[in-house]
């Protein structure tokens, strides 16, 4: 497992989110303070409703605060314009989620590619690093495959190769073995832990899996709103 930093690469202060439900609100994140280190390996644990998603969607750029901030490298996020976020989004966090949001009608070549162009690199040079990047996660034999004709485990690898595809400086996964068996959620775990090790990624997993949870460097719980490890 990752080696420790005494860098502090995400902090968040003073987090809350809420949302308006008739003529009230829900209260799902109340006041969350964390500071995770680069390089880290985390685990968000907690119940259904507990907040994990939402406060990963937070950590993702993908959803606003109500209060609080979120620094990156001692950059509030959320300070930035909405294009300025899109871009750093792209550029610096990979998503993986329990279920693969692998695009249909396209093969695992074409799922990877797909954020580089998005980020407007050129075509060639993107094509070059996914080759690379599907051949490091297992996956050099099923490149004209498209999801339908994967196994759940090869469909979750094309999803980590695309969420590495732009080579960000974190990882965010959404139970990525929840969807799995277990001799294929250990594999995928596996992986991820050893691609940490390789280029360093600070990844922050939501995850039910109480033994891959104790795994990781840390673990954090979701509760009523609060965060606490």
Known sequence: MSKLMEEIFIKVEGLSKSFKKGKGQVDVLKGVDLSIFRGEMVALKGA???GKSTLMHILGGLEKPSQGKVFFDARDIYSMDDNSLSSFRNREIGFVFQFHHLLPEFTSLENVIMPALVGREPRDMAKEKALAILDRVGL??????????LSGGEQQRVAIARALMRGPKVLLADEPTGNLDRKTGDEIFSMLAELNREMGITCIIVTHNESLAARLDRQFIVQDGIVEN
């Open 48 to 50: 259904s409703g507990a």
């Open 140 to 149: 050099s034999h099923r490149l004209t495959h498209k999801p339908g004709e």
